[in-house]
Each structure stands twice: as structure tokens, then as C-alpha cells.
């Protein structure tokens, strides 16, 4: 993939698989993956519930824009990003600027199982409510959209379909 859009930024609400997607096309595309959340919490060597607790969401959310712009300089990459990231217009304009970003969408019900399922992220704004990622959801909808270049549905889809679906839509 020899594009001057080189990064490409996996988007969505938590519970959308960015991880795993990020992961099995990075693997189809012969491209390192980084995953923001992850990176964070072990550059400051604390779970992203501890982050939550030592910084205000605000603050974090300041630190994840500067981890995410500096490292944009770097080679290519795709990211998953976290759920949030797009809160920053100053990361919706990078987005937009250094590559293409992949909007992973489902709905309620699905993120809500997905989420009440995960036994292996701490996600501190989760809050085991389907009213609260329907709320969620309304908030964030229109920045998601303004950074989205495609769109990929992914309920009903295995991970290895969503990324294969994804790898065509990237040629």
C-alpha cells in the first residue's frame, strides 16, 4: 500500500472490534498496527481503569490527542484507536490529513453483548447500560461520520470478513 494517505485509522464505539481489526489487517496488509488505548497505558505503565482514576477523562483525552499527533510522523501504520479519540477536532483534521479511517459501526444490542462479554478490557466509561451507548452513540455520531472515509456494518460479520471487507475497500 504505497499511498501519500499512509496511516490507517480503525474508528469506532468501543465494543466495534477496532483491536481485532486493526490486528487481522494488519497481518493482511504486511502493515504494523498500533493500538492508541494500549500504547497509552503502558507508556504510563497503569490499566486504563487506573488512568481513568489518576486522570479526569479530560485529561487523558489531552494525552491521547498528543500521543496520537506526534506519532502520525512516524512510517506507516493502522491504528485502532480509542473510542473517543474523534472528540478532538484536532485529531479528526490529522485523521484527515495522514490517512484513511475505517468507521466500524453495529448496533446497540450488539456493542451491549460485545461489551458485557469482554472479560479482558477494563473500559471505564462502560457502564453496563444500552441506554448509555445509545446516548453515547447520539454524541459522538456526527464526528465519527465527519472522519470516516468508509463505513463497515459489523453486525452479523465474522472479524475475518470485516477485515477482508476493509483490505478490498483500501486497494
Not at 504510563?44 to 482514576?53: Q, S, T
Not at 512510517?75 to 485529531?91: R, V
Not at 475505517?102 to 441506554?131: G, H, Q, V, W
Not at 451507548?133 to 456526527?142: A, C, F, G, P, T
Request: hydrophobic share 35%; glycine share 4%.
Amino acid at each position: 500500500m504505497n499511498n501519500p494517505l499512509k496511516h490507517t485509522f480503525i474508528i469506532g464505539m468501543m465494543g466495534s472490534g477496532k483491536t481485532k481489526i486493526a490486528h487481522l489487517l494488519s497481518e493482511k496488509l504486511d502493515t504494523p498496527y498500533i493500538d492508541t488505548d494500549q500504547d497509552l497505558v503502558s507508556i504510563l505503565n497503569l490499566n486504563m481503569e487506573e488512568v481513568f482514576d489518576h486522570f479526569s477523562e479530560k485529561k487523558f483525552r489531552i494525552l491521547e490527542s498528543v500521543y496520537f499527533i506526534e506519532h502520525l510522523k512516524n512510517n506507516q501504520h493502522i491504528y485502532a484507536t480509542g473510542g473517543g479519540i474523534i472528540l478532538n477536532k484536532e485529531n479528526r483534521v490529522a485523521m484527515k490529513q495522514y490517512g484513511r479511517a475505517i468507521l466500524l459501526t453495529a448496533s446497540t444490542s450488539t456493542l451491549f453483548e460485545r461489551l458485557s462479554n469482554d472479560k479482558t478490557n477494563i473500559r471505564p466509561l462502560f457502564n453496563k447500560n444500552k441506554k448509555f451507548l445509545e446516548d453515547m452513540w447520539n454524541d459522538r455520531q456526527k464526528y465519527y461520520r465527519e472522519c470516516a472515509d468508509f463505513i463497515v456494518e459489523t453486525d452479523k460479520k465474522s472479524e475475518n470478513q470485516i477485515a477482508n471487507e476493509i483490505a478490498e475497500l483500501l486497494q
